[in-house]
Structure formats: C-alpha cells, structure tokens
C-alpha cells in the first residue's frame, strides 16, 4: 500500500483527524445516553446508511467477498457487505454498553469449561478470536470470569481514537499493548507469568507468513505459534455470533492441539493453517459479521 505524501498527513492530522474526532466523541456519546437496544439499532441504522456510501472500502469489501466467495452473485455479495455495516454500526452503537451486555443474559455462553476449566487453568492462555460479531464481548467476558486479560491492538492513526478504544477496554479490565516491540515484549511478560493474552488473528501482517485463507495465501501473523510453543500456553479459540440485535452468542472451543516436530518453520505453518481455517468455516457460516474490508489477500485492492 503506497503511503501518504506529508500534505495528507498534514491534512489527516489538522483536518480530517480533529473532524471525526468530534463525530467519533458525539455519537459516542448518544449510544451511551440510549438503552442497549436503541443503541444498537440506530448503530446498525447509520451503519446501512453511511457504510455504502464509502466507496473504496465498498469496492474492497466486493473485490475481497469475488476472490472468497467466486460463486456468489453480485447481488448476494452486496447483501453481505450491507450485513456487514449494520453489523459494525451495532458494534459501535454497543461500545458504551459492552459490560452490562457481557454481565447479562444477552450472551449466552457455550463451552466455557474450555476456557477455564482444569485441563487449562493452570498454564498461560491464548485466547484467539477473529473480527466477528461483536468482537469486543471476547476478551471482555474472559477478563471478568476467567482472570487477567491482556491484548495486543493496531494503534488507530487517529489518536482520538486510540484513547476512546483504551478507555472502553480499560474499563472491561483489559490491559493493552499496542502491536510492534511494545506488544511483544508485553505479550512475553504476560504469558512468562501464566496470565491471559487475547489476539484477534484475521488481519494481514505484511512481514507475516504466507498462509491459505479461502484458497488464496494470506500474509499472516506467526505471533500466536510463536508465542504458544515457546511458553506451552494453552490455545483456545472464542467466536462470538450475533444471533440478532444485541443478543449474542460465545463459544469457547477445546484447546488446539499443538504439532511439535522437528521441523520449527512446519510447526508454525501448520498452526496457523489450522486458525485459518477454522476463522474460514466462520466466516463461511456468517459471511455478513466478518469485516471484509481487511486488505487480507495480497492482491486485494486499495
């Protein structure tokens, strides 16, 4: 992806960056002051109406969904990527509500003895998850009701931004680092410790490994393999569906069986083929609450 010339810079940082700010801040605002549903709804309303609107993300969101999903009629594709707005405006909409949604019976739990049951309980663990449903509910409910919860971000470019996605994590009891030697070095004291770590595993890393996702070689992060082997963490992947409105559904699955071979490059390669593909099988079960507009292909377009 080609960067920004200083006059965009410049232009993001003193312009764009002050304006979304102030609209980031005041919707913000307005979903906290709305009951959960209403919040919910009328992200998901601003969602349809805005999402299609933005023409590159639009054009990504179709190109990704034709080199994944090559079967699907354009129209299916444009119902899916309409799913997908309404699914993201509902996720903002519930930012300022996520700990009361975690603490109720609109999250129902399954396999939680997964997660925190005995086979795992006394070694380090990864939870791993990818950016589906309300992605957030994730490490939230596993900070709460399975113990000390860290994670490794993407620093939004707008530093605004940034604050507001520390404050609501903060206040769900996750400590973060952001991705980089910070979130490494940070991940490593975490797991030497035996404490929790969360990562969400679906987005291209452009110094990662090349892995199959859908039929095509995705650059994806070793992080989690590396991480795992070293510190024999347990691995456990969580998904959260939303199973309409703000009403969801979390599903801790077994711990991943981890190869240990000779072959250190193999090991890695084939554990972050097994993520791939099982991200794959839910994607493919809820095309719509996957966020598609990730450059995560190669030849995915700007």
């Given at each position: 992806m080609a960067r920004k010339s200083a006059?965009?810079?410049?232009?993001?940082?003193?312009?764009?960056?002050?304006?979304q700010s102030v609209l980031l801040y005041a919707s913000y605002g307005l979903f906290s002051l709305l009951p959960v549903d209403q919040a919910s709804a009328l992200g998901g309303w601003i969602g349809r109406a805005v999402g299609p609107r933005l023409g590159s993300a639009n054009r990504r969101a179709?190109?990704?969904?034709?080199?994944?999903?090559?079967?699907?009629?354009?129209?299916?594709?444009?119902?899916?990527?309409?799913?997908?707005?309404?699914?993201?405006g509902r996720t903002f909409g519930e930012y300022p509500h996520l700990p009361s949604i975690r603490d109720s019976d609109r999250v129902e739990i399954v396999g939680a003895e997964n997660v925190n049951g005995p086979e795992v309980s006394q070694r380090a663990r990864i939870v791993i998850g990818a950016h589906i449903g309300n992605w957030e509910l994730g490490a939230s409910w596993t900070a709460k009701f399975v113990g000390r919860m860290s994670s490794i971000y993407r620093v939004p470019n707008n530093r605004a931004a940034d604050r507001l996605i520390r404050r609501i994590r903060?206040?769900?009891?996750?400590?973060?680092?952001?991705?980089?030697?910070?979130?490494?070095r940070g991940a490593m004291k975490?797991?030497?410790?035996?404490?929790?770590?969360?990562?969400?595993?679906?987005?291209?890393?452009?110094?990662g490994i090349a892995v199959p996702f859908f039929g095509r070689d995705a650059m994806t992060t070793p992080a989690l393999a590396l991480f795992a082997l070293r510190?024999?963490?347990?691995?456990?992947?969580?998904?959260?569906?939303?199973?309409?409105?703000?009403?969801?559904?979390?599903?801790?699955?077994?711990?991943?069986?981890?190869?240990?071979?000779?072959?250190?490059?193999?090991?890695?390669?084939?554990?972050?083929?097994?993520?791939?593909?099982?991200?794959?099988?839910?994607?493919?079960?809820?095309?719509?609450?996957?966020?598609?507009?990730h450059r995560r292909w190669i030849d995915s377009v700007a």
């Open positions: 006059g965009r810079r410049r232009l993001d940082r003193w312009v764009y960056h002050p304006l179709m190109h990704n969904l034709q080199l994944a999903l090559p079967d699907l009629s354009d129209h299916e594709r444009r119902r899916i990527v309409l799913g997908m707005w309404d699914n993201i903060s206040a769900s009891g996750i400590v973060q680092f952001s991705k980089g030697p910070e979130g490494t975490v797991l030497a410790r035996g404490d929790n770590l969360g990562m969400l595993l679906d987005q291209k890393l452009n110094r510190f024999d963490c347990a691995v456990v992947a969580g998904r959260v569906e939303r199973l309409g409105g703000a009403r969801f559904r979390l599903t801790f699955y077994p711990p991943m069986e981890l190869p240990r071979t000779e072959d250190r490059h193999a090991d890695i390669k084939a554990i972050m083929s097994s993520v791939n593909d099982m991200f794959e099988s839910w994607i493919r079960e809820r095309p719509e609450q996957w966020f598609w507009m």
